[in-house]
């Protein structure tokens, strides 16, 4: 339990403090300038702060702390990825959600469940054994289990799927965990001002100041700051950042959209990812059913949900589970995913010096905030990529070394 719970617990006369301080004017320059309080930005701005003692740091947000897509997910954590790259990339990241707790002070409700993604086809399963044997060989822990393993977690499944797409086998991968999305954000965000670093809600970017190849500058709503180092880190709101500075990426823009149901008793305790059916499903600490799909199918710059998606979803999660039938929707919403042509990130250094990109998120970026803030605050301060991101720089388009992470990635988040 966090120390600073249980003194309020004991003692009434520690009022609890306000989360962030409110800055009431920008100041004229800044060491390090991040556009974005979403996970990432704030993880990038605490890690500068704590590891490199960099500290005149602002972090501009347009609306207001993680209302972005960290406070949108589903929460999905986990390292059983396809790529050598993106295993020892996710995996530190695992390594590091397990201790943030302890290090905020603040109880993030990390919870360990398992992760099951089940393979319908003999070509799911033959992607299920290489991700095992990729995992494996980098030390995650991932293995192919039979349908009974997976009846043995989730006992009220249907293994048939209604008849026509049984479970033939699936991947495991017991490190799998969920997490409180917001609590993230405020994390990383008071943990970042309380070592000095400005966060300004309400405070868009407008335009940023390029001079002779190098960021001199960034416009906001709230007036002109000089700076040399400007991190973008706005996953949906990407290609329009992008205008500002004049650099091209692949990234394409889709909705992204998950419900969750009314509260229910516990009954599920792993998470269940079906990459035939398109959907996933996970119970949260409250009790409600939190579910997804694949993205949206078209390209669009907006969070609408859509009736469509609704019904798509509950008729193939009937299939796995036809007890839900009675189980009421509570909520629905979209966020807009930064996708990339290979579901790997792009991350590094830009043609535009002092231009620094965290960036095409798409559908998986919540399990990777912790390692995405460590990563690009070496990035900035060394002005070199960290060696875990090496395989996600711009140039990989350009020299067609792409990293082809769709088998994990594509519904699995
Ligand atoms: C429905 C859904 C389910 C998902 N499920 C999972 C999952 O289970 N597991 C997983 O790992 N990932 C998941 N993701 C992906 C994950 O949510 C994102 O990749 C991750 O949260 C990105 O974090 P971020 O900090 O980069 O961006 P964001 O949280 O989107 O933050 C970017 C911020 O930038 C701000 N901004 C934009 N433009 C400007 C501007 N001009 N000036 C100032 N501020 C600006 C925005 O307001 C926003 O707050 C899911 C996404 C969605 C939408």
Redesign the pocket.
């Known amino acids: 339990m966090p120390w600073r719970l249980l003194r309020f617990a004991l003692n009434r006369k520690h009022p609890e403090p306000r989360m962030f301080t409110t800055h009431d004017k920008l100041k004229s320059s800044y060491d390090v300038v991040i556009?974005?309080?979403?996970?990432?930005?704030?993880?990038a701005a605490y890690y500068l702060a704590t590891e490199h003692g960099i500290k005149n740091v602002c972090v501009?947000?347009?609306?207001?702390?993680?209302?972005?897509?960290?406070?949108?997910?589903?929460?999905?954590?986990?390292s059983n990825y396809l790529t050598p790259e993106g295993v020892k990339f996710y995996d530190e990241s695992v390594n590091l959600w397990q201790d943030l707790s302890r290090d905020f002070d603040l109880n993030l409700f990390y919870a360990n469940r398992g992760h099951f993604t089940l393979a319908h086809t003999d070509s799911a399963l033959r992607t299920m054994r290489w991700r095992a044997e990729v995992n494996k060989h980098y030390g995650v822990d991932s293995e192919v289990v039979g349908p009974e393993a997976v009846k043995e977690a989730a006992p009220m499944i249907d293994l048939s799927c209604a008849g026509h797409s049984p479970i033939l086998g699936a991947l495991y991968h017991a490190p799998g965990s969920?997490a409180r999305?917001d609590a993230v954000?405020w994390g990383y965000g008071r943990g970042a001002d309380q070592r000095g670093v400005e966060i300004h809600q309400q405070?868009?970017?407008?335009g940023i100041d390029v001079q002779g190849g190098k960021v001199k500058g960034v416009s906001?709503s709230r007036g002109y700051i000089s700076t040399n180092k400007v991190l973008c880190?706005?996953?949906?709101?990407t290609p329009?950042?992008l205008k500002m500075v004049d650099v091209r990426t692949p990234i394409y823009i889709h909705?992204?959209?998950?419900m969750v149901s009314e509260p229910v008793k516990p009954w599920l305790d792993p998470i269940l990812v079906s990459g035939s059916l398109h959907v996933?499903i996970s119970q949260s600490a409250r009790g409600e059913l939190v579910m997804?799909a694949s993205l949206d199918p078209y390209e669009l710059h907006a969070t609408r949900s859509t009736l469509d998606f609704v019904e798509g979803l509950t008729s193939h999660m009937l299939d796995m589970f036809p007890f839900m039938s009675n189980v009421k929707v509570m909520r629905q919403?979209?966020?807009?995913?930064?996708m990339t042509p290979d579901f790997a990130p792009i991350m590094g250094k830009t043609p535009v010096e002092g231009f620094y990109l965290?960036?095409g998120?798409?559908?998986?970026?919540?399990?990777?905030?912790p390692v995405?803030g460590k990563t690009m605050a070496h990035t900035l301060v060394n002005d070199t990529p960290h060696p875990l991101i090496t395989g996600f720089s711009l140039d990989r388009f350009s020299n067609y070394a792409l990293t082809g992470e769709k088998g994990a990635a594509s519904v699995g988040?």
């Open positions: 556009i974005g309080a979403g996970g990432h930005g704030l993880a501009l947000e347009k609306g207001y702390i993680g209302g972005g897509n960290t406070g949108r997910n589903t929460t999905i954590i986990r969920v999305h954000a405070t868009e970017v407008l906001t880190a706005v996953a949906g709101s329009r950042i909705p992204l959209q998950a996933y997804g919403w979209a966020g807009m995913a930064d965290d960036s998120w798409g559908t998986w970026g919540f399990k990777a905030t995405c988040h």
